[in-house]
């Protein structure tokens, strides 16, 4: 496959507009801006596009909503808060290639018929904020963005707010309080953005990775966009590597390469000739996978038939040396910091369980600590505003069902199986 997403990055000079213009850039949006704006929604919907922010939601059908919405004005709005644990994809778009963002942002923008737009940033990315911020004025002074692009008569205003470093944020309706000027907290759903959204108007979320897609959409047609990866969950895919591999880093794959692929092939293996002990395949929020699960597609349709998910495409690998009852305890800690506190399971409950595997982590579990924290968890799951309180629960039921054995020795033998 053609690399696409992360093309000329090699390059130093790739962030700048007249390297982004040398090998074609922009030019897909003076084709997008002799469309209709409806015919490119379609599009979008024909090339099967799914959101790569991690839920994977048609984005073709989105924009139909809030499309069809008759409120004016129209907003988008990037998601660039990239705070899943193990998540680094979106980086070198942000930084390497921001002009691919802001031509897709664009096109969308025009489909969707949105004249302003916000790219909400990560605050733990400063660096990123500068060369966004650059690339914006390089794509003001060339005409791509402001009034009148390219004379077609539509006008398109985007600017960078950068948030304060929540993980909440990075959900849609917590983002949207937050680029609002208020504290970061998710909104009960419905109404979804599409219909109220910033400042009670229809709004387009995607994230970075999904509007960097825009371009190639345009440029090859949906019929042959469909042709890269699964037919069901199509395109280029960003898969983020970390752990115990030879060369972990951001990998651009056709979507539905397979875990083991990515892990044997690209990555080089375990590193230092070890053994896999357990993957978890989409940032720290998607369930945990054994060896024996790994020849498997990493897609949106592929990975819940063996009990996990895609979501943002992190793969995190841990080998023999690693403790999993220290791995889900330090996640659980994360999650119980990063809770926005709204919802009363995942405020107490969350906590409750940092607590209980901390005793277990420590050599002082007790007898009944596992059936506590599925207890816990269960009362957690299907009960909160936001996936966060899911995910959390997730993580613990998912840990305990894929490796109990490693629960029981801590309790029962008051250490860690792998220092025993």
């Known amino acids: 496959m053609?690399?696409?997403?992360?093309?000329?990055?090699?390059?130093?000079?790739?962030?700048?507009?007249q390297v982004y213009q040398q090998t074609g850039g922009y030019e897909q949006l003076k084709k997008a801006l002799s469309m209709k704006p409806e015919d490119i929604i379609q599009e979008v919907k024909n090339s099967g596009l799914r959101g790569r922010g991690g839920a994977g939601f048609p984005t073709g059908m989105k924009w139909d909503f809030a499309s069809r919405d008759p409120k004016l004005p129209k907003?988008?709005?990037?998601?660039?808060?990239?705070?899943?644990?193990?998540?680094?994809?979106d980086r070198p778009i942000l930084e390497k290639n921001p002009h691919l963002l802001i031509e897709g942002m664009v096109i969308s923008a025009y489909a969707l018929k949105a004249e302003r737009g916000y790219i909400y940033l990560r605050g733990e990315y400063p660096?990123?904020?500068?060369?966004?911020?650059?690339?914006?004025?390089?794509?003001?002074?060339?005409?791509?963005?402001?009034?009148?692009?390219?004379?077609?008569?539509?006008?398109?205003?985007?600017?960078?707010?950068?948030g304060a470093g929540a993980y909440i944020c990075g959900e849609e309706t917590a983002l949207i309080d937050s680029l609002e000027g208020r504290r970061g907290q998710p909104r009960i759903k419905p109404p979804f953005p599409v219909n109220v959204g910033a400042w009670g108007m229809p709004t387009v979320v995607n994230n970075v990775e999904t509007l960097s897609n825009l371009p190639l959409i345009i440029k090859i047609g949906a019929e042959e966009y469909k042709k890269i990866g699964n037919p069901e969950c199509p395109g280029p895919k960003l898969y983020c590597v970390s752990g115990m591999v030879e060369r972990p880093g951001v990998y651009e794959l056709p979507m539905g390469t397979t875990l083991k692929e990515i892990i044997?092939?690209?990555?080089?293996?375990?590193?230092?000739?070890?053994?896999?002990?357990?993957?978890?395949?989409?940032?720290?929020?998607?369930?945990?996978?054994?060896?024996?699960?790994?020849?498997?597609?990493?897609?949106?349709?592929?990975?819940?038939?063996?009990?996990?998910?895609?979501?943002?495409?992190?793969?995190?690998?841990?080998?023999?040396?690693?403790?999993?009852?220290?791995?889900?305890?330090?996640?659980?800690?994360?999650?119980?910091?990063?809770?926005?506190?709204?919802?009363?399971?995942?405020?107490?409950?969350?906590g409750w369980m940092r607590t209980v595997l901390e005793r277990i982590e420590s050599g002082f579990g007790r007898k009944g600590d596992i059936e506590l924290l599925q207890d816990i968890a269960s009362n957690i799951t299907g009960k909160t505003f936001c996936p966060l309180g899911d995910g959390a629960a997730g993580v613990v039921l998912n840990f305990i069902r894929n490796f109990p054995e490693e629960f029981d020795y801590h309790i029962q033998n008051k250490k860690c199986m792998v220092e025993a």
């Open 127 to 162: 660096h990123a904020k500068v060369v966004l911020e650059e690339a914006i004025r390089e794509a003001y002074e060339s005409g791509f963005l402001g009034q009148d692009i390219l004379g077609s008569g539509f006008s398109f205003d985007l600017s960078v707010h950068q």
């Open 264 to 350: 044997y092939e690209h990555c080089g293996g375990i590193k230092g000739g070890g053994q896999l002990k357990a993957v978890i395949p989409g940032g720290i929020s998607t369930p945990v996978l054994t060896p024996d699960k790994i020849d498997v597609q990493m897609d949106f349709v592929s990975l819940p038939k063996v009990g996990s998910m895609l979501g943002s495409g992190a793969v995190m690998v841990f080998d023999e040396s690693v403790c999993l009852v220290r791995v889900c305890w330090r996640a659980i800690r994360f999650f119980e910091h990063e809770s926005c506190g709204k919802c009363t399971p995942c405020r107490e409950g969350v």
């Open 2 to 17: 053609e690399i696409f997403l992360l093309k000329n990055i090699d390059n130093p000079e790739s962030h700048r507009i």
């Open 75 to 89: 907003y988008l709005v990037c998601n660039a808060d990239e705070g899943e644990p193990g998540t680094f994809k």
